[in-house]
């Protein structure tokens, strides 16, 4: 009777313990998952812009992008005219807007200086004697 | 509303699993005067599913995994509360995990707009210090209690969700420095810094020093995270200053550490077995009694032993549950920690939240599993979510909260700055 019970316990543990493992293992597998609608979301957000150099494209992927010199930089633009951390690029309810924060050359979009502006389509922005355009993101050179 | 059915149907279906192999174990080995008890506690745990897999539903959010980590972690600690000593249902420990959820939900709301909780951050540190007068003046002498008739609320608890707040911070934030003789500064790092210092001085006065390592960890957290922005790029020097600090600090406060704290660092718990050692003797021997499997659900003796549902409840978990499955359930949590690493969330601030979030749960859980198996000076905090205790409940389960936020966030500028800025732009 004692083998019985000793057995069936380890039985019926046994099947809790692979309920609870099968569980988890579906609910990383949907979180997984749940990323595409996550990344689809975040498209809508940032309306799909990056930022553009000459030879090579930046994806605008978080709500605070920091454009710098300084090698913790998002965009590290290694130009000694280029602050070390010179301007940032927020975005709010689908709207981008870069902002000066006390670099020494200053921002310069469509050819004004500006301390904070928001940006549209197209936008050539100047960072010291980097030159950066604001567009809708193309799936080649990108950094 | 969930945006896949097939995928929320699936959910349900593998937590309501989960749930029932648990109450069949129950019913068929477990340790329950009568039948009606164990569909009480059944009804009681497959009713909670139900109803929360609706209300999940009326919040718009674009991820739920962790909301079915969370209600399934919930009901299994409503089926080991209830357990405990004999099958029947803990009432306390279901209300509280009822708060906990709502606490969950509340968290979600105020932390998934990050743009207006940094304009609101001077309430979150006026928040903490109306708590800290509060434990101050009514509490007991020394003590974090408050007693209420038959309820104890212990408010240092609530600091921990607010002081995770305080301490997340936004690229911009870091970026607004002033110049202070020559060094630049960020103003509100020195407020964060003085508080940390005021919260430990408290914990110290009141002799819960079972909570400063929580607090300390998630502070250490969100410090690297100050200074290591936005790429986490650790400048070495910066990592071994940092280090040689805190090693520091850690040591002057081992050395005045009160008496009792002294006498716990060095206590052989087997020479001491009814003294010091003997909750942690009693947990040790219990998960060695439950061995892989355990004795079977309400038939342990641990819960003779003071603090059985909280400071030692991995072992009392262990004795009747098995060491395998006390492990598991422990996992569960820690995978709950690991969504936003499947998917990162997209704003510094919500990133360095998350990052305190799990310093908490780590700390905590740490401290309660190795504290009772032998492994550290045994402190007697609560093991997140499954330990009883409402002021711990509610707050863990608004840290998770806090998690969702950061899964399913809006990016939308608070009101009054999208006013000015607008009016700025026509000017």
């Known amino acids: 009777m004692d083998f019985f019970t000793d057995t069936s316990n380890i039985f019926l543990c046994a099947v809790s313990a692979a309920a609870l493992d099968l569980c988890v293992l579906v609910?990383?597998?949907?979180?997984?998952?749940?990323?595409?609608?996550?990344?689809?979301?975040?498209?809508?957000?940032?309306?799909?812009?990056?930022?553009?150099?000459?030879?090579?494209?930046?994806?605008?992927?978080?709500?605070?992008?920091?454009?710098?010199?300084?090698?913790?930089?998002?965009?590290?633009?290694?130009?000694?005219?280029?602050?070390?951390?010179?301007?940032?690029?927020?975005?709010?309810?689908?709207?981008?807007?870069?902002t000066d924060i006390g670099s020494k050359s200053g921002v310069f979009v469509n050819g004004t200086l500006v301390t904070e502006r928001i940006l549209r389509e197209n936008d050539v922005i100047n960072l010291g004697n980097k030159r950066l355009i604001f567009r809708r993101r193309r799936n080649n050179n990108v950094h | 509303m969930y945006i896949n059915t097939f995928l929320y149907i699936i959910s349900c279906i593998f937590v309501l699993l989960s749930h029932s192999a648990m109450l069949l174990n129950i019913y068929f080995n477990g340790n329950a005067e009568s039948t009606a008890k164990v569909i009480i506690l059944s009804v009681a745990v497959l009713g909670l599913d139900f109803v929360y897999f609706i209300i999940m539903l009326m919040f718009k959010q674009r991820s739920y995994a962790i909301d079915f980590l969370l209600i399934l972690i919930l009901n299994m600690s409503v089926i080991f509360q209830s357990c405990f000593g004999g099958v029947h249902l803990s009432v306390k420990h279901y209300i509280t995990c009822i708060a906990s959820l709502a606490a969950c939900k509340a968290g979600y709301i105020i932390c998934k707009n990050h743009k207006w909780l940094q304009v609101q951050k001077k309430y979150i540190y006026l928040a903490i210090g109306i708590l800290i007068v509060v434990i101050l003046t009514l509490t007991g002498s020394r003590?974090?209690?408050?007693?209420?008739?038959?309820?104890?609320?212990?408010?240092?608890?609530?600091?921990?969700?607010?002081?995770?707040?305080?301490?997340?911070?936004?690229?911009?934030?870091?970026?607004?420095?002033?110049?202070?003789?020559?060094?630049?500064?960020?103003?509100?790092?020195?407020?964060?810094?003085?508080?940390?210092?005021?919260?430990?001085?408290?914990?110290?006065?009141?002799?819960?020093?079972?909570?400063?390592?929580?607090?300390?960890?998630?502070?250490?957290?969100?410090?690297?995270?100050?200074?290591?922005?936005?790429?986490?790029?650790?400048?070495?020097?910066?990592?071994?200053?940092?280090?040689?600090?805190?090693?520091?600090?850690?040591l002057i406060a081992l050395r005045f550490a009160p008496d009792y704290v002294q006498e716990r660092l060095h206590t052989d718990i087997w020479s001491d077995k009814t003294g010091n050692g003997y909750q942690q003797s009693h947990a040790l021997i219990a998960i060695a009694d439950g061995g892989w499997f355990g004795k079977g659900a309400g038939y342990g003796d641990l819960h003779n032993v003071f603090a059985y549902e909280n400071d030692i409840v991995f072992a009392t978990i262990s004795e009747e549950w098995?060491?395998?499955?006390?492990?598991?359930?422990?996992?569960?949590?820690?995978?709950?920690?690991?969504?936003?690493?499947?998917?990162?969330?997209?704003?510094?601030?919500?990133?360095?939240?998350?990052?305190?979030?799990?310093?908490?749960?780590?700390?905590?859980?740490?401290?309660?599993?190795?504290?009772?198996?032998?492994?550290?000076?045994?402190?007697?905090?609560?093991?997140?979510?499954?330990?009883?205790?409402?002021?711990?409940?509610?707050?863990?389960?608004?840290?998770?909260?806090?998690?969702?936020?950061?899964?399913?966030?809006?990016?939308?500028?608070?009101?009054?700055?999208?006013?000015?800025?607008?009016?700025?732009?026509?000017?």
């Not at chain 1, 975040?42 to 150099?53: D, H, K």
């Not at chain 2, 390592?213 to 990592?239: E, Q």
């Not at chain 2, 305190?356 to 749960?361: E, H, K, L, P, S």
């Open chain 2, 143 to 250: 003590s974090m209690w408050i007693n209420i008739g038959s309820i104890s609320i212990q408010p240092s608890e609530f600091i921990k969700p607010l002081f995770v707040l305080a301490c997340a911070t936004s690229v911009a934030e870091q970026q607004k420095k002033r110049k202070v003789l020559c060094f630049y500064v960020v103003y509100e790092n020195f407020a964060l810094y003085g508080l940390t210092a005021v919260i430990c001085l408290l914990q110290w006065w009141c002799r819960d020093l079972g909570s400063l390592p929580t607090f300390v960890g998630i502070f250490v957290c969100g410090f690297f995270l100050r200074i290591c922005y936005p790429k986490a790029k650790f400048s070495k020097k910066t990592l071994i200053t940092a280090g040689v600090i805190l090693l520091i600090v850690a």
């Open chain 2, 322 to 427: 098995g060491l395998l499955f006390a492990l598991m359930v422990m996992l569960a949590i820690l995978i709950m920690l690991a969504v936003p690493l499947i998917n990162p969330p997209r704003s510094y601030y919500h990133s360095t939240m998350s990052a305190g979030v799990c310093a908490y749960f780590i700390m905590q859980m740490s401290l309660n599993i190795f504290g009772s198996c032998n492994m550290i000076p045994f402190t007697g905090v609560t093991i997140p979510l499954i330990s009883a205790g409402g002021s711990s409940m509610v707050t863990s389960g608004f840290m998770v909260g806090m998690l969702i936020a950061a899964q399913s966030p809006e990016f939308k500028r608070p009101a009054i700055r999208q006013q000015r800025n607008a009016r700025r732009q026509t000017a």
């Open chain 1, 27 to 98: 609910l990383i597998l949907i979180a997984y998952n749940e990323k595409k609608h996550a990344q689809q979301y975040w498209n809508r957000i940032s309306c799909c812009m990056e930022l553009s150099a000459p030879d090579v494209s930046y994806p605008l992927n978080c709500d605070e992008i920091l454009i710098g010199r300084h090698a913790s930089a998002d965009i590290r633009l290694p130009d000694l005219s280029v602050s070390r951390y010179h301007a940032i690029l927020t975005v709010s309810d689908g709207i981008w807007t870069i």
